[in-house]
T-cell receptor, first 115, second 114 residues
Framework: QQQVKQSPQSLIVQKGGISIINCAYE??????FPWYQQFPGKGPALLIA?????SEKKEGRFTISFNKSAKQFSLHIMDSQPGDSATYFC??????????????FGGGTRVLVKP | NAGVTQTPKFRVLKTGQSMTLLCAQD?????MYWYRQDPGMGLRLIHY???????AKGEVPDGYNVSRLKKQNFLLGLESAAPSQTSVYFC?????????????FGAGSRLTVL
């Protein structure tokens, strides 16, 4: 049973458009929500992250929106560029050192930005 | 600075064979993890370690064993490989101090079990 559900599985967007990826979680103990970006043949790399004490975080063209009551968070990629074509993973963890700060990942979204 | 290095990058096994994947990090990270990546399933945690000499089970530990004899190395073993273990395996590490848990991933090891 996936504790973090991600949608859509794939997304095609035109250059300059907005990409939106949604995630929902079940575990109310989660208190850290990162997004990872993965290019083909590479390992995932941290893109942006948010804590539940804020509803939005923006870094350049990437924005996380967080809705604690709905247990949902989303990634918006503004002015999408061909270089943004990658697989994006949402994740969540409860930052408990003794438990290893384990991240639970969503299923991933493959984003293709057409020029 | 190499970061997280995984060896081998590719391996083909026959059912029943055994093998070990090696993960090495040079960042003095305390925590290390092994994930497997399958289409539509995201990354699922196999085993993890919170320090030298410690290991713990993750979400999908069956059929795998791990060891962390040295702080910089985390080994993942398959004692008797099965086709269901065909996957891409990723090792990751993090400093382990309180606060944001930023994982540094290796480039992955693609394993095919025939």
């Amino acid at each position: 049973q996936q504790q973090v559900k991600q949608s859509p599985q794939s997304l095609i967007v035109q250059k300059g458009g907005i990409s939106i990826i949604n995630c929902a979680y079940e575990n109310t103990a989660f208190d850290y929500f990162p997004w990872y970006q993965q290019f083909p043949g590479k390992g995932p790399a941290l893109l942006i992250a948010i804590r539940p004490d804020v509803s939005e975080k923006k870094e350049g063209r990437f924005t996380i929106s967080f809705n604690k009551s709905a247990k949902q968070f989303s990634l918006h990629i503004m002015d999408s560029q061909p270089g943004d074509s990658a697989t994006y993973f949402c994740a969540a963890s409860a930052l408990i050192k003794a438990a290893g700060n384990k991240l639970t990942f969503g299923g991933g979204t493959r984003v293709l930005v057409k020029p | 600075n190499a970061g997280v290095t995984q060896t081998p990058k590719f391996r083909v096994l026959k059912t029943g064979q055994s093998m070990t994947l090696l993960c090495a990090q040079d960042m003095n990270h305390e925590y290390m993890y092994w994930y497997r990546q399958d289409p539509g399933m995201g990354l699922r945690l196999i085993h993890y370690s919170v320090g030298e000499g410690t290991t713990a089970k993750g979400e999908v530990p069956d059929g795998y064993n791990v060891s962390r004899l040295k702080k910089q190395n985390f080994l993942l073993g398959l004692e008797s490989a099965a086709p269901s273990q065909t996957s891409v395996y990723f090792c990751a590490s993090t400093l382990g101090t309180s606060g944001a848990n930023v994982l540094t991933f290796g480039a992955g090891s693609r394993l095919t079990v025939l």
